[in-house]
């Protein structure tokens, strides 16, 4: 893996050219341009907003907020995991006639999205500072903040890991690429973006005793404390509502042990990714 490696930065100027075109080419001829990025995730925030608060009465402080905390950072995962699958069956042609490292195309599609990713999170400070120069007493903002840097890494190197795991299996089984897109779409509502990990740790529909054990299984899978983590780090803790009950939760802390285990898996899938894409590589010019 080491001299991959090395090769991979031999040709980082290659690497950053694909970055380059899959900017440009997502948004060619588009007036709005990179605000399509942030558009999208804008109304359909605003769209849960209403329906969850305003007919649901999930009355949290600042809704929205939390819901741009965790939405963001799970909409770069989909789309990264997304674009990278057919990053190289897209470019089967040019592979069969010239060499360069195989993994800079899933990775080019990685990094492109982490850009549009980067930007929409300053997008979303921008608001939150909006929110503070409104509501001076509302204070959204936090000092754990410092930690974002590290969680979003851990992020960054759980996506590489999946794409170039997926973007391997789907240039030989077309099939990958819709069977990824459904888990997915399933994966959005089997982690904390529209509702809060407390409302799993506190679910009526759970027994008391096993409720820690539940609530420790869910944050096993990383997406979930990663979205958890993100807005632990930036948002202020708020009270939450609990469903069927009509009390208040009390929020919880961010679990160290869990996000230990998190960055572990993080790492580890980023490794196991770019081991298996290296191994599976040099058969690509052979798919018929």
Known sequence: M?????ELWRYRELLWSFV????RIRYKNSVLGFFWSVLNPLVTVLVMTLVFEYVMGQRVPNYSAYILAAYLPYMFFQLAVLDSAQSVLSQISLLKKIYFPREI?????VLANFIHF????????AY????????PGDNPFRATVIYLPFIVLLQLALTLGAALFISALNTFYEDVKYLVSV??????FLC?????SEQVRYASGIPAEYRGTVYFLYHLNPVAMLMTAYRKVMLDPQNVPLPGKGGLAESLPLDWTLMAICAAVCISVMFAGYAFFNKKKWQFVERP
């Open 2 to 6: 080491r001299g991959e490696l090395t």
């Open 20 to 23: 380059i075109r899959e900017l």
């Open 105 to 109: 195309l899933p990775i080019g599609s």
């Open 118 to 125: 980067l930007l929409a999170m300053s997008v979303f400070f």
């Open 128 to 135: 939150l500072l909006v929110i503070w120069l409104l509501h």
């Open 183 to 188: 888990m997915l779409y399933l994966l959005l």
């Open 192 to 196: 904390p973006i529209m509702y809060f």
